[in-house]
Every structure is written in structure tokens, then in C-alpha cells.
């Protein structure tokens, strides 16, 4: 059977595009899922919080350094060779977790997991740029975005449901092993069904190494300091020493990366690409906007379990009613998006910003026993929000950008997504645990309504950033579409 797909065949096009993107799916799950088992995993291996931290953030970390040199690989080769090499990787990585004797493998394993994560999520990315085009690119990146919103929004619901089906001490692990026979069955389909994007060129491969090793250092030193914050009274404050590197590097990355482009060559990132308007701005936008999404689902998650007292899966399905409405809401942005452009957008951050200021209020003023249906009922409405933030936007950002460098520019945005979810993660976190460990004794359920209220302040003021850069995109475009003072007086009756 031919591995090729015909891209006028529609069939064949959607077959592969729902393989690529339920792939990227069980990556984002990782995300979330994981979120919930850690006082499980606390419990079963003795971790200590910075290990934690790492188990979580480690995976972003990995994730983001992947994505730029795996997006430009896939731009100049075949995104289906990266895809299967990346979901085989995955599925091993998955199984070393499931399969754990202590802390210290799965944090290696995590690592390396996101590292697969990182391999195959730009091929899905350029796949949907190359093979989609017009109002149709809108509905693809429509879906992508339902399904990775499902995603985000489920995990944790799924995370404690495989936890109470294991039992506390090993549930754990079921959210590893769920990984491999959905990994090994997608390998097989990604065989038969993803198209061969490898282009007839006998060019060697442009992958700047320098640039890769610029990047990568510049990415560790910027996010080091905040996989090491826990909110204790034990975080090393010399860790915040990393961002000087975080500078030099840059500096030395943006430097070398003009000299390397003046040289005629390909650089690892094509700085012209920023000067897109449509992509610089949505970047930013999407990047703030995931430091807060999943700050927002793992302080309730927390607040949920450790103050109001409910079970992983009790608390994992309050955000349940958010994953259905978001995912209906993506689909519908998708198809809206070419009309409305961006004040769908906008409409969307005002929304988010309401639901968190909500839950923010429900946490401190609604009894306890009726604190997990209050908060399920804002966040349903911040479902509608949350669904026409990340496709409209995604389907924005890469509108004016060329089909070549697709998967580049798509995991450029994505990285920017990992950046802001470890950074999120990190002030969020740090700022609940830091509420909760200065309370005198026992910590009660007015110490937890406190570290969840400052928590979700960092989340607010998150998305009224993003807010304030739709609207300064919103303005750009408008000021980009109107006519000249010449083409008025051309078209003019007169």
C-alpha cells in the first residue's frame, strides 16, 4: 500500500489529519494528567517537592527544547519519518514511567518523554499548514484546537479516574501505561495514512548547530529558576542567577543568528518571521495565554483536593463541563474566525478574565460543601471563552506565513506555549505554596482559600495581559486595512 496521501483527496487528507492531531492529544494529556498524581506519587516514591516540580515542569522543559530544530527538521524533510520516530520514542518513554522503581527514573523518564512530545507536535503543525488552505485551514486548526482544549481541560478527570482505579499507591503509574497500546496503535495508522511531505531535493541539510546550541542553552537558562521554585522556605535564591545566562545567551543567540542569515544561510530562527505582525503579536498572545490556562487547572486541582477535601476524580471533573463547552467553541471559532477575525479573540480573554475572577470568589465566599458545584458552573461559562482564544488565534498567527516554513513558525508558537505553561506553573505554585507554608500549625480551609486567591490573581493578570495584546493586534490590523488618503480619492463617486 502506497504511503502517499493525495492531497485533492479529501478522505485520505482528514484520515491523516485526525491521526496527527489524536497524537498530539495524548502529548498535551501529559500536560495534565500528571498534574493529580502528584500527591500519589509523593506518596508511593517519597519525592520530595523540587522533584515534583521537575516531574512536572521537566517535561515542558524537554518539550520546548525539541520543538525549533524538530519543526525546521520537518520543514526540510519528512514530517512523517519525525512523527513515527517521535510517537515511538514517546511510547518507550511512556513505559520506562509506568514502570518506575523510584523518583529519580521517572523524572529521567519525563525528560525524555518530553523530548518525544517535542519531536512530533511541529510535524502535526506543519502538516495542517501544508495540507489545508483558506476556510478550510480555519476548520482544521478549529478541531486542533477543540481537541487539544479537551485535552487540557480532561486530564486531570482523567488522571484521578485511572488513580481510583488503581488504587493509591500504584494508580499512578496506569497514567503511563494508558500511553502505550494508544501510542503503538497510532504508529500503525501514522504508517499507512500520513502523507510523505519529504521534498525531491538533493540539498544537505541547514540545521545551524550553533544556533541549536544557543537556543537550547538559552531556553534552560531562562526556565531553570522556575522549575526550582516550590514556594518553600527551602528554594535556593541563587537559582534566580540563571537569568543572567538567560541574557548573555540570548544576546549571543539574536547576534549569531543575523550574522549566520548575512552569510546567505538558513538560520535556526528567521527573525523576518517577526516582523509578521500577525505572527509576532498572536505568538505573544497565545504564550501569556498559557501561563495561565494551566496554572488555572492545576491550582484548583490542588485546591480542591488538599483544602476542600474531594478525591483526584471528584476534582479532576469539575473541569469537565469547561473541556465539553471549550471544545464545542473551538470548532465553532474555527469556522467564525475568517469573519470576525480578531475581536473573536478578544471576546474570548474578556470572557477568561471573568470566569477566573469568579472562581476567585467562590472560593472565598461560597460554603465548602457547595464550593465544587459553584466553581463547576463559572467554569462552564469560561468553557465558551477558553474555546475561542486558541484556535481563531492559531489560524491568526499563521495566516501570513509562508506553507514552507509552517512547521517552523508552528512550533515557534509552541514553544512559546511551553515557556509560558513552566513559568506559569512555577509563579502560580509557588505563590499557593507560599500562603499555605506561612500559615502557624495545621493549615485549614481559610489558609487554602487564601493561597488559591493569590494564585489565581497571578492567573487573572496573565489574561489581561493577553487581553491588552489582542487589542493592540486588533488595532494594528485595523489601522494595516484601512485605505490610504490616494485610494480614497480613487474610489471616491466624486
Known sequence: MSTTTDP??????????????????????????????????????????????????????????????????????????????????????????????????LLIGRLLQGIAAGIQMPQVLGLIQSQFQGKERGRAFGLFGATIGICTAIGPTLGGLLIALGGEPDGWRLIFWMNVPLCVIAIGLAIFLLPDTRPATKEPLHLDPVGVVLLGGTILCLLLPFLLTTGGSDDDPRRWWSLVGFVLLAAALVAWERHYAAQGRSPLIPFKLFGISSFRNGTLLVAIYFTALPSMFLTTTLFLQEGVGLTPLLAG??????????????????????????????GGLVIMLCCTVGMSLVAHFVPQQLIPFALAAVMLLGGVGGGVVVSPNQTLTLADVPVSQGGLAGSMGQLGQRIGTAIGTAVTLSLFYAAVYSTQGEPGLDAYRDAYNLGMVAVSGFIALALLIGVIDAGSRQRRARPTPVAQGVDSPG
Do not use: H
Request: hydrophobic letters at 50%; a positive charge.
Open 8 to 105: 485533492t483527496d479529501e478522505r485520505k487528507k482528514w484520515r491523516a489529519f485526525w491521526v496527527a492531531v489524536a497524537v498530539a492529544g495524548v502529548t498535551i494529556l501529559d500536560l495534565s494528567k500528571v498534574n493529580v498524581a502528584l500527591p500519589s506519587i509523593e506518596s508511593a516514591l517519597g519525592a520530595g517537592s523540587t522533584e515534583l516540580q521537575v516531574i512536572v515542569s521537566g517535561y515542558v522543559l524537554t518539550f520546548g527544547l525539541a520543538l525549533v530544530p524538530m519543526g525546521r527538521l520537518g520543514d526540510q524533510r519528512s514530517r512523517r519519518t519525525l512523527f513515527i520516530i517521535g510517537l515511538s520514542l514517546f511510547t518507550l518513554t511512556s513505559l520506562i514511567c509506568a514502570l518506575a522503581p523510584n523518583a529519580t527514573v
Open 317 to 346: 471533573l469539575v473541569g469537565m463541563g469547561f473541556a465539553i463547552v471549550s471544545a464545542i467553541a473551538s470548532y465553532v471559532g474555527g469556522g467564525l474566525v475568517g469573519r470576525i477575525g480578531r475581536p473573536l479573540v478578544i
